[in-house]
């Protein structure tokens, strides 16, 4: 590993300590270097406002080290333009730093490049693409909702090792979740939850599993991970663990003639409900858009073969990860999805794909859609 990606690791590693805390701004982690040792460093959290740079800046400051003639390495391009702070660019600039390792570049076409145009015009030594991947990984569903106006949406499910979700309803007890995948992918997949802004489902996985959907990580999170249940005829029940659970975190899509007085019962107990167009099959892209001026990010799609057929043919889906168990559920099972039976065939249309364990389950990730291209 060359020096320019040890210490961009080591940015990358406070851009990462942000998970669930930055949102709905990027993650993003800078240090500053001397004679090839960190001087300071710093990570951006949203609450805090200060964007990396100048958290990494203060930390110098504090300890009385002036960073003129130092090397800065950043996640992510230094901000050009005003938001809730100044361009960071400007900030790098006044404090006289010699050269600037980027990750990447913004994400943002409208301001993309523009930071290291300011950063060359002043005379600063810039490198960009060093350990960009890992850097572009971290940020996947910041760029797709700047450059898309939607929330990314990553598909999870647990699968049999013949591609099915669960066994046929007549050899289940409901209301209750078959566990296919073992603790070790469950609990992989309550880190997907933490990172993720809201995790969807629909009506059918609430009536037959009575899930929670909660964030058991126990981690620090800036906003409650937001639970969407779409259900076009408000079916749920009151006495559902979500709706019992409900604590301003529950939305419920509906369509536009949902009965009245489900409506009410479900607001008097703590449910969001909101209504959009459609009958039986509600307008995904319309409930994104919602999710996207809610600043939602990131969606954490855990549902069945309707809704995750649906998903996938409006082309919806941007990240797939599939779980795979060794169990063999056989025929009469619930597919994995509505007109895609076989969970491979989606594999084959991947890109950036990742295969791991968990346990003694499979596991293979990759994405659908590019959020950078």
Same mark, same amino acid.
């Given at each position: 590993?060359?020096?320019?990606?040890?210490?961009?690791?080591?940015?990358?590693?406070?851009?990462?300590?942000?998970?669930?805390?930055?949102?709905?701004?990027?993650?993003?982690?800078?240090?500053?270097?001397?004679?090839?040792?960190?001087?300071?460093?710093?990570?951006?959290?949203?609450?805090?406002?200060?964007?990396?740079?100048?958290?990494?800046?203060?930390?110098?400051?504090?300890?009385?080290?002036?960073?003129?003639?130092?090397?800065?390495?950043?996640?992510?391009?230094?901000?050009?333009?005003?938001?809730?702070?100044?361009?960071?660019?400007?900030?790098?600039?006044?404090?006289?730093?010699?050269?600037?390792?980027?990750?990447?570049?913004?994400?943002?076409?409208?301001?993309?490049?523009?930071?290291?145009?300011?950063?060359?015009?002043?005379?600063?030594?810039?490198?960009?693409?060093?350990?960009?991947?890992?850097?572009?990984?971290?940020?996947?569903?910041?760029?797709?909702?700047?450059?898309?106006?939607?929330?990314?949406?990553?598909?999870?499910?647990?699968?049999?090792?013949?591609?099915?979700?669960?066994?046929?309803?007549?050899?289940?007890?409901?209301?209750?979740?078959?566990?296919?995948?073992?603790?070790?992918?469950?609990?992989?997949?309550?880190?997907?939850?933490?990172?993720?802004?809201?995790?969807?489902?629909?009506?059918?996985?609430?009536?037959?599993?009575?899930?929670?959907?909660?964030?058991?990580?126990?981690?620090?999170?800036?906003?409650?991970?937001?639970?969407?249940?779409?259900?076009?005829?408000?079916?749920?029940?009151?006495?559902?663990?979500?709706?019992?659970?409900?604590?301003?975190?529950?939305?419920?899509?509906?369509?536009?003639?949902?009965?009245?007085?489900?409506?009410?019962? +479900?607001?008097? #107990? !703590?449910?969001?409900?909101?209504?959009?167009?459609?009958?039986?099959? @509600?307008?995904? &892209? %319309? =409930? $994104?858009?919602?999710?996207?001026?809610?600043?939602?990010?990131?969606? +954490?799609?855990? #549902? !069945?073969?309707?809704?995750?057929?649906?998903?996938?043919?409006?082309? @919806?889906?941007? &990240? %797939? =990860? $599939?779980?795979?168990?060794?169990?063999?559920?056989?025929?009469?099972? +619930?597919?994995? #999805?509505?007109?895609?039976?076989?969970?491979?065939?989606?594999?084959?249309?991947?890109?950036?794909?990742?295969?791991?364990?968990?346990?003694?389950?499979?596991?293979?990730?990759?994405? +659908?859609?590019?959020?950078?291209?």
């Amino acid at each position: 590993m060359s020096q320019d990606q040890q210490f961009m690791q080591r940015a990358l590693e406070l851009a990462e300590s942000t998970t669930a805390l930055a949102s709905p701004n990027p993650q993003v982690g800078c240090v500053f270097v001397r004679d090839g040792k960190i001087i300071a460093e710093g990570f951006h959290l949203y609450e805090a406002r200060d964007h990396a740079e100048i958290a990494a800046l203060k930390q110098a400051e504090a300890n009385g080290i002036d960073v003129a003639g130092d090397t800065a390495y950043v996640t992510l391009e230094p901000c050009s333009h005003h938001g809730r702070t100044g361009p960071c660019a400007d900030v790098l600039i006044a404090a006289g730093i010699s050269r600037c390792v980027i990750a990447t570049l913004d994400a943002n076409p409208v301001v993309r490049g523009n930071g290291v145009a300011k950063l060359e015009a002043a005379g600063i030594a810039v490198t960009v693409g060093v350990l960009e991947q890992k850097a572009r990984t971290l940020n996947d569903a910041f760029a797709w909702s700047i450059r898309h106006n939607l929330p990314m949406v990553t598909l999870k499910a647990a699968l049999s090792v013949d591609g099915k979700l669960a066994p046929p309803p007549s050899q289940r007890q409901r209301p209750e979740p078959h566990w296919l995948t073992g603790p070790e992918s469950r609990a992989e997949v309550q880190r997907l939850r933490h990172a993720s802004d809201a995790i969807l489902t629909g009506i059918g996985t609430v009536l037959a599993d009575d899930p929670t959907l909660t964030d058991r990580t126990g981690l620090p999170r800036r906003r409650p991970l937001q639970r969407i249940i779409l259900d076009a005829h408000l079916r749920i029940p009151v006495a559902s663990k979500l709706v019992e659970s409900a604590a301003d975190d529950l939305l419920i899509f509906c369509n536009q003639n949902a009965p009245q007085d489900r409506l009410t019962a +479900l607001e008097a #107990a !703590g449910a969001e409900i909101h209504q959009v167009p459609g009958t039986d099959r @509600l307008d995904l &892209r %319309a =409930i $994104l858009s919602t999710l996207h001026e809610r600043k939602l990010l990131s969606v +954490l799609l855990e #549902a !069945g073969p309707s809704l995750n057929g649906a998903f996938l043919a409006a082309h @919806l889906v941007q &990240r %797939a =990860i $599939l779980f795979y168990a060794d169990t063999e559920l056989g025929e009469g099972a +619930l597919p994995f #999805a509505e007109d895609l039976t076989n969970p491979h065939l989606l594999e084959q249309t991947m890109t950036h794909v990742t295969r791991t364990t968990f346990g003694p389950d499979g596991c293979v990730s990759g994405l +659908l859609q590019n959020p950078w291209e």
